[in-house]
């Protein structure tokens, strides 16, 4: 299992759009992916679960990866975060 934080980075948080786009990527994935924070974790394949999280920007979120292609699960979510959802800023 692969356990990180990550920091959210873009200027609208984990708005509707972009936690669609991390629903997205988890959901290609066969591991198990898990986020949260303050001990409330959801299904990070869940659009509703995430958006629940109110992450706005400087949210540290956690992460659990679990199952075989746990490895590239977490750097596809990782790179997904780094490069701001897609968006400008």
């Not at 984990?14 to 992916?33: P, V």
């Not at 001990?39 to 949210?59: E, F, Q, R, W, Y």
């Not at 750097?75 to 959802?85: D, K, Q, S």
């Amino acid at each position: 299992m692969i356990e990180k934080d990550i920091t959210i980075i873009n200027q609208l948080g984990l708005h509707a759009r972009a936690a669609t786009k991390l629903a997205s990527t988890a959901g290609r994935f066969a591991c198990t992916i898990r986020t949260g924070r303050n001990g409330k974790m959801v299904d990070a394949k869940s659009v509703m679960s995430l958006m629940l999280l109110a992450a706005c920007k400087g949210t540290t979120l956690s992460f659990q990866f679990h199952g075989d292609d746990e490895d590239d699960a977490y750097e596809a979510v990782l790179t997904l975060i780094e490069n701001r959802f897609g968006e400008e800023k």
